[in-house]
């Protein structure tokens, strides 16, 4: 078992910036990959970022290359999304999720190689 706690969503003005923490518990953390999800209203929840276990590879969706970083404290247990330059149609749920089937390579992308899932911050962005 894998719990997973976001913090650190609000509202913010377009142009802003926040940092997402995702800390998780109950499994040795280093030997995940994790994800950041967001789903707006009335929209599927859709992919964000991921990183690797190690932290050497990450993805992310085209809609936030460049205004969005993820990153990771193993020491720590805490998985971070840093979000710049945010704008109205970033304003969603943010999840964070564990994918604790997959050893190596990319971190994947697609909701259901995510096992574990937290219960979401909200983030909203005013124009």
């Known amino acids: 078992q894998v719990q997973l706690v976001e913090s650190g969503g609000g509202l913010v003005q377009a142009g802003g910036s926040l940092r997402l923490s995702c800390t998780a518990s109950?499994?040795?953390?280093?030997?995940?990959?994790m994800g950041w999800f967001r789903q707006a209203p009335g929209k599927e929840r859709e992919f964000v970022a991921a990183?690797?276990?190690?932290?050497?590879?990450?993805n992310s969706a085209i809609s936030v290359k460049g205004r969005f970083t993820i990153s990771r404290d193993n020491a720590k247990n805490i998985v971070y999304l840093q979000m710049n330059s945010l704008k109205s149609e970033d304003t969603a749920v943010y999840f964070c999720?564990?994918?604790?089937?997959?050893?190596?390579?990319?971190?994947?992308?697609?909701?259901?190689?995510?096992?574990?899932w937290g219960q979401g911050t909200q983030v909203t962005v005013s124009s």
């Open positions: 109950g499994r040795i953390f280093s030997s995940m990959s």
């Open positions: 990183i690797s276990w190690s932290g050497g590879r990450t």
């Open positions: 999720a564990a994918d604790t089937r997959v050893v190596g390579g990319a971190p994947r992308t697609g909701r259901d190689d995510y096992d574990y």
